[in-house]
């Protein structure tokens, strides 16, 4: 069973910087999809940003967090990352790593709290 394993959520005030990161337990094949989403109170969950998988693949981020998020991966440690900057209250939510391979895979989610 793979599970993703989620790390680097916090409080930080308004302007600051996290960075999450996340792992599968396990080597995954025939992944087609990771990235992050967040669900924040009262809120659908919504995607945040994608990582291209393949060589020259864009990365794809919402227009809310475009020029402050970057989204990365290791392929040698399979880990992929979401640094976080100038972070707003708005930003504050539950995040969540994703993975689909032949079926959608989340992680236990790691909380974001942005204080004004």
């Known amino acids: 069973q793979v599970q993703l394993v989620e790390s680097g959520g916090g409080v930080v005030q308004a302007g600051g910087s996290l960075r999450l990161s996340c792992a599968p337990s396990?080597?995954?094949?025939?992944?087609?999809?990771m990235g992050w989403y967040r669900q924040a109170p009262g809120k659908q969950r919504e995607v945040v940003a994608t990582v291209g998988l393949d060589a020259g693949s864009p990365n794809y981020y919402a227009d809310s967090v475009k020029g402050r998020f970057i989204i990365s991966r290791d392929n040698a440690k399979k880990t992929m990352f979401l640094q976080m900057n100038n972070l707003k209250p708005e930003d504050s939510a539950i995040y969540y790593c994703?993975?689909?391979?032949?079926?959608?895979?989340w992680g236990q989610g790691t909380q974001v709290t942005v204080s004004s």
């Open positions: 994703h993975l689909r391979a032949f079926r959608n895979y």
């Open positions: 396990t080597t995954v094949r025939g992944i087609t999809v």
